[in-house]
C-alpha cells in the first residue's frame, strides 16, 4: 500500500483495533498521533513503537469534550503540519434493550460514538480542506448495518456512523477527502472458533486494521462512501442450513 509522507490521527489507540491500525500505518512510515483516554497504556505502547523505528506521540483526549477535541487538534497540526488520515475509532459498546436504557445511558453511547465522530473530523477539516487531500476512516459495525437487539443504544451509533460516512463522502468529495467506514463484527484479540459466521471463526484486530489501512492509503483514492464489514461474512443470509459444497462440481 501506498503511503506518501502521510500523518494519521487516530481516536480510542489503546485499543485492540486502535492499537492494530496504528502498527499497521506504522509499519509504511505513517507518523502517529494515537489519542485515548487511558494516557498511560497509550505512553506504553509510544515507545514500543518508537523503538520500532515509527514515530508515534501519545494524546490524552477524551472525544465527548468538545473543547478538548478543538485544543488537541490544533496542536497536533501545530506539531505536524498537517493530518492527511482520520480514524475514528473510540467506541463502546455497552448492553441494554430499548426498555432498560435510560435517556441518560442513550446520550451517553451517542456522544461517545456518534457525535464524536462528527466533531473530531469538524475539527481537523480545515487543515484538510487546505491541503486538498483527506482520507477519513470510521469505524461502524455489523450492528449498525442489520441492528443488535439488546444493545439498542449501540446499534443506533454506529447506524449513524455509517449514514454519516456516506452523507460526509458526498459533502467533501471537491475537497477531495474521502470518508469510509468499516464495520468489523466478532472481532477478538485472538481468531477463535465461532458458528455465527460463515468463516466459522472470530475475526483479529489485524485483519481489521489492515481494512482501515487499505482505505487510510493512497491507492483508495477512487474510494468514498463505503461501508466495508470485516465479519467473516456474519450478515450475509442466515447460517444454519444443512449446507454442504458439492465435491462433485
Ligand atoms: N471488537 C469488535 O468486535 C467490534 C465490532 C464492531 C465494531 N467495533 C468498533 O471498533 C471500535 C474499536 O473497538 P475495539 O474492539 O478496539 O474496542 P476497545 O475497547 O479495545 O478499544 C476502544 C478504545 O476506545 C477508548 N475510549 C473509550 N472511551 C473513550 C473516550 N471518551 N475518548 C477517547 N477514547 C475512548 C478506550 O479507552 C479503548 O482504548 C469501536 O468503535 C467499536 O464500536 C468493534
Redesign the pocket.
Known sequence: MKFENRTAFI?????????ATARELGRYGVKLFL????LA?LEEFCNTLQQEGVEAHPIL????DPEKIRETCNSVLAKAGKVDILVN?????PQGSILDTSDEKWQEVLE??LT?VFRVTKAFLPSMREHSYGRIVN?????GEVGLPGYCA?AAS?GGVILLTKTMAMELASCNITVNSV??????DVSRPHNGTWLGRS?T?DE?ARAIAFLASDDAGYITGADLPVDGGRILGPKGLDWKLSSAN
Not at 481516536?11 to 492499537?19: C, L, N, Q, V
Not at 489519542?35 to 487511558?38: E, L, P, R, T
Open positions: 481516536t480510542g489507540a489503546a485499543g485492540r483495533i486502535g492499537r489519542a485515548d483516554i487511558q497504556a483526549l477524551d472525544v465527548t475509532n473510540a467506541g463502546k459498546w461517545l460514538n464524536s469505524l461502524g459495525s455489523i450492528a449501540y454506529k464495520s468489523p463484527g466478532m472481532i477478538q475475526g484486530g481489521v
